[in-house]
């Protein structure tokens, strides 16, 4: 589904520039759940933005569903990241003028569906994440996981084949990040390959495949027998729930 | 793309962003908006008040044959053939078959005399009753060129020159002057310079262009009957002339004094000899003179416009700094640079048609009430008005709804450009 080569992205100021991805090279398949972590300042954001199509790189290639993305006109990747990719922030990113329907149909509208039609899939959505109820809730009268959940929903309601994710716990607290990730874990169930950026390793241990990210290249790629120990090394962590 | 059809102008969600954005800044956007509300509204005051002063002056010239002319005598300032300059000279009424014989170009050719006038000695005796009044001696042909408006009676006709009636016609000053409100003057008798006429009717005038005094303070008689009442033998005081369709009556004008300078020993080279006026040059002089008005009122207004439209681009260049987060989002989801530059676009062209429509409205509005006000004192009897029905035609309100959509969706585009110019991920990153 996402395939990196020797990928290399530098942020330029005014006075120096900073070498940020040193060659990334990835694949990741259909239906994974993977997760990046790394330090602060590491770069997952940067790689997370450059997979969303949000920010372009240097050096490299990157292959999404088997197509070559790059220089590509700002038309075609607002097609892209509304029909391939969907997005959740650690800032849920709602729209704060519309409700919670309005904001999960957003998406549709950009598609051009009649707005009848985007509101009741939009109610659909809400359903599956149980908030049916809030549906007419702007967003400052939800919780904070109720924004993420919408937040899902609007991820959701354009049928992406890829959801990216950054830290999208980072605002919510134990308990509520464990019930957002049995979302992401039941929609990736459901075939959706889905990357989230955490720096929270029980979060992570709940993915398949933990990309950690040192010093601008893969420090380290945990799955399978590895995945396994390193779930039991943060158990304690998710006992607690 | 392909199928954007429904999400147009009409989805309520445009319209709910579009008012939810400008209501978050509703100082600015109110303030902005009074820029182009300014505008307009200026705009259509003046033009309404220039367009009043043209009507009012158009109006009050009335049907005046517009292509006419007047000629009268005056001392010679030239010798010639032998006569001194400063000669004193006069019309005759062979001229009148002189003009139509060798300016055929000339339509009415029509004499009159006149005497008396406002101020001077009474002249003008009924009973009890004496006044001071224009008194003329006119073909009924006159009133074609200057039209009345016949209240009572009749107007001048062929028998009363032929036959040289003692008739005459009055203006409605004299009728309220000489008689009570209830007293019927036609079949009365009016003692004029010690002659008596009968009164046959009674006018007002149509326009205020007055020659040889006020219309309403005039006595008209037929021209023969005062010539020979007061021994003016075959002489002419003036002369009213039109110029048949199709020929400028400056041209006829030229062509029939050349011929009577001819006629009376006059140098053609005297300027002084004969005094004339001619309605077709002042008219021009008015009308390049409204259009003057005009022009001022478009650089003016537009100028005024075009401040309030820079005002706009303003605005949205600010609310959509404010929400460039929401535009990164909107763009992650979706949203085409199109899309975006669409929703500003239509933001902005809604805010200055919203505002300049109110400004429309109320210029149409405030001119209306002006007009009211105006027909009040009309009617009431204020005369000399000279502004009438200040408004502003059809034209100029599509055109100004034209500018300020167009100017809008100037305004909006440049900052809409800007939006879209930024990464979508600098977008989400601002704060
Ligand atoms: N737009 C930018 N311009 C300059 N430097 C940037 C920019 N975005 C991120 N950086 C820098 O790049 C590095 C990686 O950032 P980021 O990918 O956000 O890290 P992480 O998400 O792993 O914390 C950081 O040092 C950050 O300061
Ligand atoms: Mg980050």
Redesign the pocket.
């Known amino acids: 589904m996402i395939t990196l080569k020797n990928l290399h992205k530098s ?3 005014a006075s120096n520039s ?1 070498h ?1 991805l040193k060659g990334i090279s990835l694949d990741i398949h259909q239906g994974e759940f993977v997760s ?1 972590m ?12 450059i997979l969303g199509i949000l ?1 372009s790189y240097d050096k490299g290639s990157y292959h999404l569903d088997g197509k070559l993305i790059q220089n590509m006109s700002e038309k075609n990747a607002a097609k892209y990241r509304n029909e391939t990719l969907g997005f959740i922030f650690q800032s849920f990113n709602l729209i704060s003028f519309k409700n919670a329907m309005e904001n999960v149909a957003l998406p549709l509208y950009y598609q051009g569906v009649s707005r009848k039609k985007r509101n009741v899939t939009a109610l659909e959505y809400l359903d599956k994440l149980g908030l049916l109820e809030w549906a007419e809730h702007m967003p400052n009268e939800l919780s904070g996981g109720q924004k993420q959940r919408v937040a899902i929903a609007r991820a959701l309601i354009s049928k992406p084949k890829v959801i990216l994710a ?2 999208p716990t980072g605002a919510l607290d134990t308990q509520t990040s464990y019930e957002v990730m049995e979302i992401l874990k039941e929609i990736n169930q459901e075939g959706i390959t889905i990357i989230i ?1 955490t ?1 929270e390793h029980d979060i992570a241990a709940m993915t398949d495949k933990i990309i950690k ?1 040192r010093d601008g290249v893969i420090g380290d790629l945990i799955i399978n027998g590895d995945l396994a120990s390193f779930k039991k090394s943060y158990a304690k962590n998710v006992a607690t729930l | 793309m392909e199928v954007q059809g429904e999400a147009t102008m009409f989805d309520i969600d445009r319209w709910k962003e579009i008012i939810s954005a400008l209501k978050k800044n509703k100082l600015r956007s109110f303030l902005t908006a009074f820029g182009v509300f300014w505008g307009i509204f200026m705009l259509i005051i003046m033009a309404g008040a220039g367009k009043g002063l043209e009507n009012g002056i158009t109006d009050g010239v009335g049907q005046i044959a517009t292509n006419s002319f007047f000629l009268w005598t005056q001392r010679t300032s030239e010798p010639y053939k032998g006569l001194r300059r400063g000669r004193w000279w006069s019309y005759e009424n062979e001229d009148v078959d002189f003009i139509r014989k060798n300016v055929p170009e000339a339509d009415i050719v029509t004499p009159r005399l006149f005497s008396g006038g406002g101020g001077g000695t009474s002249n003008t005796v009924r009973g009890e009753r004496t006044g001071s009044y224009y008194i003329k001696g006119d073909y009924p042909e006159w009133a074609k060129i200057d039209p009345v408006e016949v209240t009572n009676g009749r107007w001048l006709n062929n028998v009363d020159v032929m036959q040289r009636r003692k008739v005459c016609i009055i203006g409605e000053t004299i009728f309220k002057e000489l008689f009570d409100a209830d007293e019927e003057p036609i079949g009365e008798y009016l003692r004029i310079n010690g002659v008596y006429y009968q009164i046959v009717g009674v006018i007002k005038p149509i326009s205020n262009i007055n020659i040889n005094g006020r219309t309403e303070e005039s006595i008209f008689l037929p021209f023969s009957t005062m010539q020979i009442a007061y021994n003016y033998g075959n002489q002419v005081h003036i002369f009213g002339i039109t110029a048949k369709p199709g020929h400028s009556a400056s041209t006829v004008e030229e062509k029939v004094m050349a011929a009577l300078k001819e006629r009376h020993k006059i140098a053609p080279n005297d300027v002084q000899a004969i005094g004339h006026i001619n309605l077709e040059k002042q008219f021009k002089q008015f009308s390049s003179l409204f259009t003057g008005i005009q022009i001022l009122t478009w650089i003016v207004g537009i100028g005024t416009l075009l401040a309030g439209v820079i005002g706009v681009s303003n605005i949205m260049l600010v609310i959509i700094k404010e929400r460039t987060q929401e535009i990164g989002v909107m763009r992650a989801i979706g949203a085409t640079p199109r899309k975006v530059i669409g929703q500003i676009i239509l933001e902005s062209v809604f805010l200055t048609t919203v505002a300049g429509y109110l400004g429309l409205f109320l210029g149409v509005l405030l001119l209306e009430g002006f007009n009211k006000i105006l027909e009040m004192a009309a009617a009431s009897g204020s005369q000399d008005i000279f502004i009438k029905q200040p408004e502003v035609n059809f034209t100029v309100a599509v055109a100004c709804l034209t500018i300020l959509i167009v100017s809008g969706a100037i305004a909006g585009y440049i900052p809409a450009r800007r939006a879209v110019q930024i990464k979508p ?2 977008a989400l ?1 601002d704060e």
Do not use: A, Q
Not at chain 1, 38 to 49: A, E, M, P
């Open positions: 942020y330029f100021t900073l940020v990046v790394g330090s602060s300042g590491s770069g997952k954001s940067t790689l997370l933005n920010d950054d830290e950026v720096h990210l | 991920i600098d990153r």
